[in-house]
């Protein structure tokens, strides 16, 4: 039986270890909320970055889990999902340092698209990118909750987690 267990783990770690997902991360004047996507695949398994051949990754907005159904609901809602079903993110350029990556990536939300410049590390064959983005960037008003009480911050992080041979 501890074998059992032993090889689910191994599975379930695995499983993660392959796993895409793109995280946002914002706040409110009371309480923190984290959005995650991981229910998208590169066609040939993991992503490929070559001059000829980078990401275009389409995210659908209904597969973002904000871990509380009531959040879920409400971040498909500020997003638009039923007007705006996708989420893009396309990478445009894709450069080496020194000790990491730099790609200029473009973000498409809600039929408004901004680019920005992303600094990538390879972690476990996993490509990782953080920036700061805004709701406003997209021309979207961060909400506001029970007459005002709860207030959306304008700022969030953006997180892409690829799995990729470089």
């Known amino acids: 039986m501890k074998l059992l267990y032993l090889l689910f ?6 499983a993660q270890a392959q796993e895409n997902f793109v995280q946002i991360n914002g706040s409110t004047n009371v309480n923190k909320f984290q959005c995650v996507n991981n229910k998208f695949k590169a066609e040939a398994g993991v992503y ?3 001059e000829r051949s980078l990401p275009n990754i389409i995210l659908k907005v209904n597969e973002f889990d904000c871990g509380n159904k009531m959040m879920t609901k409400d971040f498909q809602k500020i997003l638009n999902s039923e007007k705006y079903p996708n989420l893009i993110v396309k990478f445009i350029n894709f450069t080496k340092t020194q000790k ?4 200029v990536v473009e973000v498409k939300m809600m039929n408004q698209s901004k680019r920005y410049n992303v600094e990538f590390e390879i972690e476990n064959n996993k490509l990782i990118g953080r920036k700061n983005v805004k709701f406003s960037d997209f021309n979207i008003t961060p909400p506001k909750k029970m007459g ?5 911050k304008d700022d969030l992080d953006l997180i892409l987690s690829l799995t990729t041979k470089i």
């Open 148 to 152: 005002g009480m709860i207030v959306v």
């Open 9 to 14: 783990g191994l599975v379930t770690l695995f």
């Open 48 to 50: 490929s970055f070559t």
């Open 100 to 103: 990491n990556y730099i790609a």
